[in-house]
């Protein structure tokens, strides 16, 4: 049809881990630092599918084409028009965030990508994507996206407490950090309340919002909430080292993963890069913003890091700082690792 956006097909040559986020407003600096933390430590080659709004595009453009040759080749980048398949394009736009709705229309526009990984701007990836793109082989024949719970504990999180809808199991999910198999979600019929015959996904999305739209709270969010308590079959859930935000620290641990292996991916939501609140929080994001990328990563990341986190000690969240070292630290090593093999490699005199 006339104007309408093609879509790269994935070049059947080069696997590709497709990312896609979503901007608006003043998003522009925080997407770029999430992108850059993917771009860091990830393996394989990233493709990137960024939407923003047009304001945004030339600057997106502008930034990713300032960072090293080194990095650039490690990845594809893709920027879309926030556009909405059906019901009220300015009632979508405006439904909690600015244009967050967007996520909720992945399948529907990116016809030719089969699986994603969505994350919020306010992501910062502290391990290889390659990690948690592994969990879509772990998909059960029903199951078509992953998310982590939105609380651990019922009897303080926010779903259990407030909710006016129905949300998935005890706590909820958290919706900033999503695995897609976009084929399944294509494929499939949902179960809801409204039609017995199940509709597809783009079916749903409307209705669904005009039947709930004067109790949800956290716009999109609750409404993954409400199609994944209907349809429990179709949701894998992954652990909150996945999608650590400040809920798991501030009111003591209670992340065990994270814990345990550290946190893989860390979620900044409530603005706490931005302010005082979450010392730990911004450090990291100021930490990863400020690394000049050719630099030495322990020299001139993880360094910085530990000291900054020396001034959090007095802070719930500053308490456990090898919570959040844990897994970067790995990382780091791998990376290093492999650049001095292939260094040796190439210098090597037989």
Excluded at 236 to 255: A, E, I, L, T
């Amino acid at each position: 049809k006339p104007g309408e956006q093609k879509h790269p097909k994935e070049p059947s040559s080069l696997q590709c881990m497709h990312l896609a986020v979503v901007a608006c407003g003043d998003r522009l600096e925080e997407t770029l630092i999430m992108l850059k933390s993917a771009v860091l430590f990830s393996n394989r080659r990233l493709c990137f599918h960024i939407f923003a709004e047009d304001s945004l595009k030339p600057e997106f453009e502008k930034k990713l084409k300032e960072w090293p040759s080194s990095y650039t080749k490690k990845f594809e980048s893709n920027i879309y028009p926030i556009t909405f398949s059906v019901g009220n394009a300015q009632e979508w736009k405006k439904l909690f965030k600015p244009c967050a709705a967007q996520r909720l229309f992945l399948p529907v526009i990116l016809k030719d990508v089969d699986s994603l990984l969505y994350v919020d701007t306010d992501v910062l990836f502290l391990r290889p994507i390659d990690d948690i793109w592994h969990i879509l082989g772990e998909f059960n024949s029903t199951q078509l996206a992953a998310m982590a719970p939105e609380h651990e504990i019922p009897k303080i999180g926010w779903y259990s407490r407030f909710a006016r809808h129905p949300y998935y199991g005890t706590t909820g999910l958290n919706s900033g950090v999503m695995l897609m198999n976009l084929t399944r979600i294509r494929s499939t019929r949902f179960k809801n309340s409204m039609i017995p015959g199940g509709l597809t996904w783009e079916e749903m999305l409307y209705p669904l919002y005009q039947k709930y739209k004067n109790h949800i709270t956290w716009g999109d969010q609750d409404l993954l909430n409400i199609i994944f308590y209907f349809n429990p079959e179709c949701l894998y859930v992954f652990p909150c080292q996945w999608n650590y935000r400040p809920d798991h620290c501030m009111y003591g641990s209670n992340c065990r993963g994270a814990e345990e292996e550290g946190v893989s991916i860390l979620h900044g939501n409530r603005g706490v890069y931005h302010d005082d609140k979450q010392p730990t929080f911004k450090a990291l994001y100021e930490v990863i913003r400020d690394f000049p990328f050719e630099d030495n990563l322990f020299q001139s990341l993880y360094y910085p890091l530990q000291s900054k986190f020396l001034d959090t000690v007095h802070t719930l969240c500053g308490r456990i700082p090898q919570v959040f070292l844990k897994q970067i630290e790995k990382t780091m090593k791998k990376v290093y690792e492999n650049r001095v093999i292939v260094y040796l490699g190439a210098n090597h005199k037989y």
